[in-house]
């Protein structure tokens, strides 16, 4: 269940990138790092992996929140985005708790 809401949760932020003017901003913001960038180029070829990769990762290079926005501007799809998300929570909730 807690999974799921993580997923549920995380897909706010990502549609409203999606959805809104949100979303030139936020490519605006996100092509003047190297970072965000290259996590660009790598959510548009591999999107789910990148998405799980992300999430099992113990440090990750731009703030966890801001994430679920950036993903929303590019072009992954929301499916991969989603189901990366629900199988990224699945190894904090079930094994760090």
């Known amino acids: 269940i807690s999974s799921t809401c993580a997923a549920l949760g995380s897909s706010l932020p990502f549609l409203l990138a999606r ?3 949100l979303r ?3 490519l605006t913001l996100a092509r ?4 965000t960038r290259a996590l660009e180029s790598a ?3 591999r999107g789910l992996v990148t998405v799980l990769v992300l999430r099992l ?3 990750i290079p731009i703030p966890l929140g801001a994430y679920n926005y950036l993903y929303g501007a590019t072009s992954i799809a929301f499916i991969d985005f989603f189901f990366g ?3 990224g929570s699945l190894k904090p909730y079930a ?3």
């Open 24 to 26: 030139p901003k936020v």
């Open 32 to 35: 003047r790092s190297p970072r």
């Open 43 to 45: 959510v548009s070829d």
């Open 19 to 21: 959805n809104s003017d």
């Open 57 to 59: 990762a113990p440090v």
């Open 95 to 97: 094994f760090d708790a």
């Open 85 to 87: 998300t629900f199988l």
